[in-house]
């Protein structure tokens, strides 16, 4: 099973890659990633970010963190919006990759996340963030932009890319200065 396979997949689930190469969340090669399970992934991806932002706008220990969080929720809401838009034209119904557990695993995310408090929330929310967006462009690159058969689909994962490098790039500053601290 290649790498660039193994890291779509621990994105689809919302699992570091460790998890997903060694453990029973493995899948089989020939389970190959369609249109409509790509819409899901993506979906579930902005879901997942909005419900993280919105935490950390509500939780967040610096005001830096508040703003990115809420900054996040909003960036993640209308990329999903668009997703969907875009999956309601083009007759897609969105199909998570069997065995998808990335509703519970976004939900311990956020148990564990909500156990914690000031300058521990601001770093645990921030390498999350980092990590997340991370594994999405990697997925996005080296796997979910090769597998989508439909052009428009294509054409706004490409277009929403960038913003995904943004995220990255912010979190990991905010992080090296919350680190500091």
Excluded: C, W
Excluded at 2 to 18: I, R
């Amino acid at each position: 099973m290649s790498k660039s396979y193994l890291t779509a997949v621990a994105f689809a689930f919302m699992l570091p890659l460790s998890a997903v190469a060694g453990g029973s969340h493995a899948l089989a090669a020939q389970d190959a990633l369609d249109d409509p399970t790509i819409v899901a992934i993506f979906d579930n991806a902005n879901t997942a970010d909005i419900e993280t932002g919105k935490l950390a706008a509500q939780r967040g220990h610096s005001e830096e963190v508040r703003q990115f969080g809420a900054m996040l929720a909003r960036d993640h809401e209308m990329v999903r919006q668009q997703g969907r838009d875009l999956a309601k034209k083009l007759g897609v119904t969105p199909t998570p990759p069997k065995g998808d557990r990335s509703a519970q695993d976004q939900a311990a995310l956020i148990r564990r996340l909500k156990a914690l408090e000031g300058a521990e929330f601001d770093r645990a929310f921030l390498q999350y963030e980092a990590k997340f967006h991370q594994d999405v462009i990697t997925a996005i690159k080296s796997t979910l932009l090769p597998a989508i058969k439909n052009a428009e689909l294509k054409a706004l994962v490409v277009k929403v890319a960038p913003a995904f490098q943004a995220h990255l790039d912010m979190a990991k500053n905010l992080g090296s200065r919350v680190a500091a601290k």
